[in-house]
């Protein structure tokens, strides 16, 4: 019996984390936190029977705590809750689906108890990626990526007939002297605006970004891959997880979302993972690594394929992607930067404060109007993301 906690189980990935369970007979579910969603959340304890549940505000906690009075599960709260959460006695792999930098101090405490870490969170990386990876390594802890195109990478390097080939290979490839990689090649599907010009993405509404045209994914991260913000956060997260330089990372359009990612190693061969755009498969293959387990679902019929294209991104257009790899070089605070000023613009932006281009507008000035903090310890880290949050706040916009 396998058994995990959850950060985030309300959201899209801790949702379909939750049908994994649900597939298999073989994973206990220990402990889960949500955020507001606290009818969502009590669906969950009494299917799942946690040891454990949070959620943000104490007195959504409160009226949690009364709904469920007859369940033995204890209710938490606030950063206090998630961090009990994290470190949860009984599970082995924490899966981090929560959304934000919420997320980086009750990860590097589940890594301090040794907790295998299925990620799903990429600001614990773009941010905090110079504390986290040394950290996993000291601790002995699997870093297992979940986004789907970092799992493809992954996939890539470690499999070999669904076994690890080195087991003692844990929190990232290997030391960067002595790794294969020549090139990651990180696939998009280029979002519902492909082909569209910078003042055409002016106009665009928040319905038009919220129609991916391929991935059923949280508001956040659909409308974070309209602007090419989620590929900029993902170049930054492979970088850490896969131990390579930025100049080793090429972001490749694929529209039709066939390829996840490839790998092009030393010798000059390119491998490739492929599949249908499903999310399940990447949470699987994370929860029960090296292990490849049957998965219902749609299979590639490369009979019916007639054609899988690639595409170069346009980074006078998607000015996200060009800002990202801006803010990985200046590296130290400056992740912390890009990823909070976008955060905060993205929400503006679903809220119809500002439009489309503006989440670009805002995330330069941020960058522009930031004295850069060199290896920032977790503190530094927050601080810098409050300053962002202020500046916004302010109202220069």
Known sequence: MKTIAILGSTGSIGTQTLEVVRANGDIQVAALSAGKNIDLLEQQIREFRPRLACVWGEEDAKTLRTRVAELSVKIL?????????????????????IVGMIGIVPTIEAIRAGKDIALANKETLVTAGHLIMPLARQCGVKILPVDSEHSAIFQCLHAKGGRLEDPEMSSDVADSAKS?????????????FRGRSYDELKEVRVEDALKHPNWAMGQKITIDSASMVNKGLEVMEA?????????????????????????????????????????????????????????AGERLDFAK?????????????????????????????????????????????????????????????????????????????LETEQEVYDRIASGIF
């Open 77 to 97: 709260s606030g950063m206090e809750g998630l961090k009990e959460v994290a470190v949860c006695e009984e599970a082995e792999i924490l899966v981090t689906a």
């Open 180 to 192: 294969p990689i020549d090139k990651i090649l990180l696939t998009a599907s280029g979002g519902p």
């Open 239 to 295: 970088r850490w997880l896969f131990g390579v330089e930025l100049d080793q990372i090429q972001v490749v359009i694929q529209p039709q979302s066939i390829i996840h990612s490839m790998v092009q190693f030393t010798d000059g061969a390119v491998i490739a993972q492929l599949g249908t755009p499903d999310m399940k498969l990447p949470i699987q293959y994370a929860l029960y690594y090296p292990e490849r387990r049957f998965l």
């Open 305 to 381: 394929i007639s054609s899988i294209t690639f595409e170069n991104p346009d980074p006078d257009t998607f000015l996200g992607l060009r800002y990202a790899f801006e803010a990985a070089r200046i590296g130290g605070s400056m992740p912390t930067v890009f990823n909070a000023a976008n955060e905060r613009a993205v929400r503006m932006f679903l809220h119809r404060e500002i439009g489309f281009t503006d989440i670009y507008d805002i995330i330069r000035d941020c960058m522009d109007h930031h004295r850069v903090i060199q290896n920032p310890d977790v503190a530094q880290i």
